[in-house]
Nanobody, 120 residues
Framework: QVQLQESGPGLVKPSQTLSLTCTVS??????????WSWIRQPPGKGLEWMGA???????YYSPSLKSRTSISRDTSKNQFTLQLSSVTPEDTAVYYC????????????RGQGTLVTVSS
């Protein structure tokens, strides 16, 4: 059974870059055909898909966040990472990493989430 765990700073200052890592166990992130995704939920709002890296290594981003988002992976550590640049307080959210079978589908595995607050 695959398990995902997010890690990274819980507090980021405005204009800085938010960086989170998702460590995957129970399955390789190179196994076909999955999309390893980042999703966030701001306080009092719904879930927002941010982007994904496929088992092939191809990346996909939400159009609204594409200019600020970068997703990469370290296959030797079975991890994938999120970088979100130029953050503002509106980027405060619980951030989740997750696995999808289809890019636009629902998750079949998800981490517990980590709260990131953007504040000076």
């Amino acid at each position: 059974q695959v398990q995902l765990q997010e890690s990274g700073p819980g507090l980021v200052k405005p204009s800085q870059t938010l960086s989170l890592t998702c460590t995957v166990s129970g399955g390789a992130i190179t196994t076909n055909y999955y999309y390893w995704s980042w999703i966030r939920q701001p306080p009092g709002k719904g879930l927002e898909w941010m982007g994904a890296i496929a088992s092939s290594g191809n990346t996909y981003y939400s159009p609204s966040l594409k200019s600020r988002t970068s997703i990469s992976r370290d296959t030797s550590k079975n991890q994938f990472t999120l970088q979100l640049s130029s953050v503002t307080p509106e980027d405060t959210a619980v951030y989740y990493c997750a696995r999808r079978r289809n890019l636009r589908g629902t998750e079949d595995a998800r981490g517990q989430g980590t709260l990131v607050t953007v504040s000076s």
